[in-house]
């Protein structure tokens, strides 16, 4: 299990194979059956707060998850301040938005509440310099509809070495909308297009922040 600090208030937890073995869980388990996963919860909780200060104590907790094409679980812990608190004792409630990134999937999009974040996913994959957005798939392009941005990864190349690397990195910008090949297909329809092809590419070129 790796614990990274991202800010004051949000962690990232990457759990392999041994530690959901060590929980006697699986994948199916933490898809369908959160609650029997409370215990991994708690672990990686008392493991956050020991190796990097990340205390929750007082704090409603939102827990975001996805599964690699690589058998790995990662999850983004955000803690937000509760008006009132009537206990010390820690308690792990966390409200659960679990994603699985399908590695057999042609089509992925991921949502953007703002151009700005789409700036910002731009700027760390900048940053990170190792992934080559046109290695991961065969296009990517950015629409926007009900003013929110969608970006689409046509026919995702599951064999990148960076492809874990850049799921990782937008689960910190962007949810998972949909793997669906026919709302792509409503996006392109009724969407307005931003970036027809390489959005990625052309994000980091003119709109970093």
């Known amino acids: 299990m790796k614990i990274e600090k991202l800010t004051e208030n949000k962690i990232r937890v990457i759990v392999n194979s041994e530690d959901l073995k060590k929980n006697n869980l699986d994948y199916q388990t933490i898809m369908e059956k959160p609650i029997e996963s409370q215990k991994l919860f708690l672990e990686m909780l008392l493991k956050a707060e020991k190796e990097v200060g990340f205390y929750t104590e007082g704090h409603k907790l939102l827990v975001e998850a996805f599964s690699s094409s690589d058998g790995l679980f990662v999850f983004t812990i955000t803690k937000y301040m ?10 792990v409630k966390p409200k659960k938005k679990i994603k699985n990134v399908n590695p057999k ?100 070129k003119y709109f970093l922040s």
């Open 82 to 91: 509760e008006k009132t608190t009537s206990s010390n004792k820690l308690k």
């Open 105 to 204: 999937s042609n089509t992925t999009i991921y949502k953007f509440s703002s151009f700005e974040e789409f700036c910002q996913f731009c700027t760390a994959i900048h940053k990170i310099g190792k992934i080559q957005s046109k290695q991961l798939a065969k296009n990517i392009a950015l629409y926007l509809f009900n003013d929110t941005y969608y970006l689409i990864l046509s026919h995702i190349n599951t064999e990148s070495s960076h492809i874990h690397t850049f799921y990782s990195t937008i689960s910190e910008f962007a949810s998972l909308a949909s793997h669906s090949e026919t709302f792509r297909l409503k996006l392109l329809e009724h969407g307005k297009s931003i970036m027809k092809k390489n959005a990625i590419e052309t994000g980091m």
